[in-house]
Antibody
Framework: QLQLQESGPGLVKPSETLSLTCTVS??????????WGWIRQPPGKGLEWIAT????????YYSPSLKSRVTISVDTSKNQISLKLTSVTAADTAVYYC???????????????WGQGTLVTVSS | EVVMTQSPATLSVSPGERATLSCRAS??????LAWYQQKPGQAPRLLVY???TRATGIPARFSGSGSGTEFTLIISSLQSEDFALYYC??????????FGQGTQVEI
């Protein structure tokens, strides 16, 4: 059974770097069948896509509005996906989700499985 | 960049009634449109992809339709567990992907 579990510090100071990990069980992050992504949701607001990685090729994709501050990566030995967001401000306070997106041929698919999310608050 | 617009922001419906949610894309996305349901404190759950294909385990009372720029999610005969927040997402021009701002279905 597929499970995605986000983890990381719940509180980050302004101007510091937010680092999160998503541990995947029941699926391999190195598989050529899936993309892996991060999406966030500020309290009481909508969903915002942050980044996606296709670890089979190493290709990464970033939200234009966050590109200068975001890095997504995978650790295949631990079956984890990581997110780093630098120079955070209060506007980065949100629940951060990791999610899986199948790669199918022909056609496209959306994110089909999501982790439960982890709340990160940016505050001094 | 594709912008997704959902309407209405809030939909008040009685149990057993039908709910109709709309989603519009700022440019054509074919049928690459998904609907998600989100309940308080939970992650979004995929309901529909390909504009009209129900995801695994989703009841038949959820039906999606549309293509191009106009899409609809209909929930026939609302059950108590269906009162939630619903998002549409385009994944045609993806990445980047984009979500609508959500429709709250309330009693």
């Amino acid at each position: 059974q597929l499970q995605l579990q986000e983890s990381g510090p719940g509180l980050v100071k302004p101007s510091e770097t937010l680092s999160l990990t998503c541990t995947v069980s029941g699926s391999s992050v190195r598989s050529d069948d899936y993309y892996w992504g991060w999406i966030r949701q500020p309290p009481g607001k909508g969903l915002e896509w942050i980044a996606t990685i296709y670890s089979y090729t190493g290709n990464t994709y970033y939200s234009p509005s966050l590109k200068s501050r975001v890095t997504i990566s995978v650790d295949t030995s631990k079956n984890q996906i990581s997110l780093k967001l630098t120079s955070v401000t209060a506007a980065d306070t949100a629940v951060y989700y990791c999610a899986r997106r199948p790669l199918v041929t022909p056609g496209l698919r959306p994110f089909d499985y999501w982790g439960q999310g982890t709340l990160v608050t940016v505050s001094s | 960049e594709v912008v997704m617009t959902q309407s209405p922001a809030t939909l008040s419906v009685s149990p057993g009634e039908r709910a109709t949610l709309s989603c519009r894309a700022s440019q054509s996305i074919g049928s690459n449109l998904a609907w998600y349901q989100q309940k308080p404190g939970q992650a979004p759950r995929l309901l529909v992809y390909g504009a009209s294909t129900r995801a695994t385990g989703i009841p038949a009372r959820f039906s999606g339709s549309g293509s191009g720029t106009e899409f609809t999610l209909i929930i026939s005969s609302l059950q108590s567990e269906d009162f939630a927040l619903y998002y549409c997402q385009q994944y045609n021009h993806s990445p980047p992907t984009a979500f609508g701002q959500g429709t709250q279905v309330e009693i």
